[in-house]
């Protein structure tokens, strides 16, 4: 058959079951590249924008705005002038059938909680191919914050997604950690445990500080680095942003701290708001999140000197209107250490960009792979 392409209700986090259309950016005959945004769909924590993971002409909607549908359903078409609307409404039927042979054979994805040196630890593990990639999320966040590529990385790769102490399903409990160092040794023992390196690894903001213990710690372990928004390169991360997430304890307050981590505002929904103030009212977040805030107060070493040290390949991928960590200048970079800016992208480009995201991390993981 002809180059048809479908197009999905993502799946953009463990718990999201479906989404809502609210609308098409493309008109049907649109022609479109891969990574344009598509359609915008409504989760119950955050409306997102669909990117393209194809190329080729919207020849079909099938799905109309403004109703829910479950995560994997069939929602557009993509293909060439040359394909027949026979061919297209034979590629829809077959997939249709195959999509309910799935569903019936599909197994629930669910994290799992790992006891490791007196804590637990919850992990998210998808793929399963020889080649390992691991996860560290930023300052405040945990596993979510990977749902938008995760289950793409992991048709290539071994995936494995944690939430580090102090977040999300992990212990709140930070005693014994004093430094991004100790926590890169908890790392080690995880990925360890679970024969798990070597890997590339993908840290994001405050997360790349630990992601660099761990390279500085056990290089051997450490394919490649992608560091998303770093802490230790650029400024400081912004104080009323720490301050604000920190110390707020209302709706309110909380939404003027999200709203700094994206250039498009429309990301920050109520329901994501309220999922981070009840994570904020746990027992012990408040005094986790404020240990996290001294450790990178404390943290005066130079990134860019460690990147200089390192023998991996290694590359940044940076929003431009980040508001949280100023992106740095790449010519103040080592010469080993590739620079991909987005503009108007903020804070989390995995999820404000994640195909552009997505595309960066495996051309780079690829080309590593292959030299």
Known sequence: MKNIFPIVVPKWGLEMEEGRLNGWLVEEGGRVAKGDELAEIETSKVTNRLESPYSGILRKKLAAIDRSYPCGTLIGVLAEPEVTESEIDAFVSDYRTAAVQRDESATEVRSEVLEIKGRTLRLLQLG????????????????DTWSA??????????????????????????????????LAALL??????????????????????????????APDLVKTLTLISPAGLGSTPNPAFMQCLIGANSRKELGVALKMLFADQGYVTREFVDAMLKYKRLDGVGTALQKYASLLQSDSSNHADRLRGLSMPIQLIWGAQDEVIRPVEAESLPAN????????????????ASSRTLNRILEFIGQSDRS
């Open 188 to 217: 080690q023992e995880v990925v360890q445990s679970r024969d798990y390196a070597p890997m590339h690894i993908v840290a994001h903001s405050m997360g790349v500080s630990v992601a660099l213990a761990l390279a500085a710690r």
């Open 128 to 143: 399963e191919h020889p080649t390992r990639l691991l996860l560290i999320h930023g300052f405040g966040s945990g596993i």
């Open 337 to 352: 250490v590739g620079l991909a800016l987005f503009d108007s992208i903020g804070h989390v480009p995995q999820v404000e």
């Open 149 to 182: 590529i995760q289950d793409r990385l992991a048709q290539q790769y071994s995936t494995l997604a944690l939430d580090l102490p102090g977040h999300g399903g992990s212990s709140k409990d930070l005693a014994g950690i004093d430094s991004f160092a100790d």
